[in-house]
């Protein structure tokens, strides 16, 4: 039987949000090896993530990547690193350093500035103890992962060098011959900029080296890794800059009005050429197949209708459209780049939220894909369905990372709503008293709901597991506040604190006698 098709119960925590004590005030990939002896103990045998993929210059949000297959330098553990170890690890640090990394792991929020900053510094220290001091079994290991990605790192760590020697800036605003990749430019850019390409080449072999090992330990203790496929890249992209034929340039992808806001969103991010997709068999699209097979036994797919029908946003400020127009087209689209991610081997689920046609569900169940089912979403004429009925091919959750917490939408609701909802049986035995603000009986009869959702696969963001209120990412906004929640504990209090026992305990007990 496939992983979504057993009966299990996992969590939604973006790995960023993690803290340990050697961590650097980011969740860091040893951390998951770390975490899962946590997860096995609560019976959440599913840990799924955000995209970890590079995140856009300046940018917070891991759905904007700088790549379609370069992971996040920020997930790297330099404590877990031999070349900084061998400069004398932390000790190395200097005084203003030592502050700043001080600052970073007690700060609520994740202080991305301050950690990118620290990080990217002392892995340039550590690439030169490499070079000077590397065994040559690691060399040769190197050289090897040099080999074996080469179909993107290549344009990758050129495309990084690159903005480096050009101050950051965008690809766009490069001399022709860079922007427009001349034949010649691009060898003496390359030759020029070998030494910076080397290095980039380093740290993503450093970062898959760190995910694969901690994967492995994770599968150690029966907790499978869910990765986070984002739809698209950002327009400044290793991808765009490289494959510049297969997206176009004069519209930017968004969706129409919904939920989240009625004149609908424009995420600037640049529309696939579908055609020319089509025309190579989707061939980039069964490359990060592969590559997401490598890293992760079930695999997210954001924003699923845009495979099935892109909504592209003009940049003339003429009028949106869909490609492909006709749904008997979008249809056979969105079900071959499905075919593509199947046939690499990792298991897939599908995010069908928002604005979503009825004929892509359809779709999806024909193709045996699992899509979601939200608890404060699934309802017909203000009449909740009841989790026992739903799809047992399905996702249950109470919410995603753009939602709110259940205990902030609990308290929102209207007194017909929370009427509606306590109509389901889970929740029909809720005292009014109980019922009428969010607290410990409202947080387990929702969990006893889902638990018990005839879904095979169920998802609960981690703040759902303990009734906290805060979140992940406010749609529509820019700001601080998103993409940096911090865990309020670290994984060795976990294992300590009285009320992370007692939920511990709980969580596992749902488990057990909802046979997940």
Not at 126 to 137: C, G, I, L, P, T
Not at 148 to 153: A, D, I, K, T
Not at 161 to 171: M, S, T, V
Not at 296 to 303: G, N
Request: proline share 6%.
């Amino acid at each position: 039987m496939t992983l979504h098709m057993r009966r299990s119960a996992g969590v939604l925590l973006p790995l960023s949000s993690v803290r340990s004590e050697t961590s650097w005030g980011v969740g860091e990939f040893p951390d998951i090896g770390a975490l899962a002896p946590w997860l096995q103990e609560a019976r959440l045998s599913v840990w799924m993530m955000l995209p970890l993929l590079e995140a856009g210059i300046g940018q917070d949000s891991p759905y904007s990547a700088l790549s379609a297959f370069a992971l996040d330098p920020l997930y790297i553990s330099l404590d877990q690193l031999p070349d900084f170890q061998a400069l004398g690890g932390e000790a190395a640090l200097d005084p203003d350093e030592r502050a700043a990394l001080q600052h970073a792991r007690t700060s609520p929020s994740i202080d991305y500035p301050t950690i990118r900053r620290l990080k990217s510094r002392w892995l340039r220290h550590a690439f030169e103890r490499f070079k000077s001091s590397a065994s040559q079994e690691r060399v040769d290991e190197l050289s090897r992962f040099r080999e074996e990605e080469s179909g993107w790192l290549q344009d990758y760590s050129l495309f990084r060098a690159l903005k480096e020697d050009q101050a950051q800036a965008g690809w766009m605003s490069w001399d022709p011959p860079l922007r427009d990749r001349d034949p010649e430019a691009l060898a003496a850019a390359g030759a020029r900029c070998e030494e910076s390409r080397a290095f980039f080449e380093y740290v993503q072999w450093v970062a898959f080296r760190q995910l694969a090992f901690a994967r492995d330990r994770a599968l150690g203790f029966g907790v499978h890794i869910a990765g986070d496929l984002p739809f698209m890249v950002a327009e400044d992209s290793a991808d765009v800059w490289s494959r510049r034929d297969i997206f176009r340039l004069d519209a930017t992808v968004g969706v129409p009005p919904d939920a989240y806001s009625d004149e609908g969103q424009d995420w600037g991010l640049p529309v696939y050429r579908w055609d020319v997709l089509a025309d190579r068999g989707y061939d980039w699209l069964r490359e990060r197949a592969r590559q997401s097979a490598r890293h992760y036994d079930l695999l997210r797919i954001d924003h699923i209708v845009g495979f099935y029908r892109t909504y592209a946003r003009p940049r003339d400020g003429s009028e949106p459209f869909f490609i492909p127009a006709e749904e008997a087209e979008q249809r056979a689209q969105g079900e071959a780049v499905l075919e593509a991610f199947t046939e690499a081997g990792v298991e897939v689920v599908a995010e069908d939220l928002g604005t979503v046609p009825p004929f892509v569900r359809d779709s999806l169940a024909a193709v045996e894909v699992p899509g979601y089912r939200v608890l404060r979403w699934e309802s017909d004429d203000g009449v909740f369905r009841d989790p026992a009925g739903w799809p047992e091919r399905s996702l249950a959750t109470t919410g995603t990372h753009d939602t709110s917490s259940a205990a902030v939408w609990w308290d929102s609701l209207e007194e017909h709503e929370r009427k509606a909802i306590r109509a389901l049986p889970a929740l029909g035995s809720l005292r009014d008293e109980d019922a009428a603000r969010f607290g410990p009986a409202v947080r387990d009869a929702i969990l006893e709901a889902v638990y018990g959702s005839r879904s095979a696969l169920l998802i609960l963001p981690v703040q759902d597991l303990f009734g906290a209120t805060e979140r992940i990412n406010l749609p529509g906004t820019v700001g601080p506040h998103n993409w940096s929640y911090r865990l309020p504990w670290s994984i060795s209090q976990l294992v300590a604190d009285p009320f992370i026992r007692e939920r511990t305990r709980a969580l596992a007990d749902l488990a057990e006698r909802h046979g997940r």
